[in-house]
């Protein structure tokens, strides 16, 4: 009787005490990520990008499957990059909605190219983005965009 007694208030004490509950991540904060990713391709330096994305990360862009961070770099970003005389974006928006440890971004923006030889390329683009909460930071583990001529 004494060992059921015993079971009985353990068990409702665990009941009754609150585990601690992680916090919730600030799922706005999920914009600063992308916002040194940005800069990261503003500037074309992409030194230290890779750690804005998950190991496993997955790249998309217009059509294409690029695989993870890494490989993107090395064989798309970086060479487009440096053929580049620079890269702005403007009229950049983004909205940010979370779930649990995921923020799923969506921005929109135009941008401007410069190529080595001074010619100017105009595209309006869109891109959305899955981050998830991981050892106390915000990372990118999809991102999926696209971009065409603006319209006149």
Known sequence: ?????????????????????????????????????????ESRDLSGAEALFAPDAQIFESGGIEGNFAHYRDHHLAPELKAFKSFAFKDYKISVRGEGEVAVATETYNYTIVLANGQAIERAGVATSVLKWTDGKWQIISLHSSSRKPKT
């Open 1 to 41: 009787m004494r060992r059921i007694k015993q079971a009985v208030i353990g068990l409702a004490l665990v009941i009754a005490v609150p585990a601690h509950a992680a916090p919730t991540p600030d799922y706005q904060a999920a914009t600063a990520t992308l916002a040194q990713y940005k800069q990261a391709i």
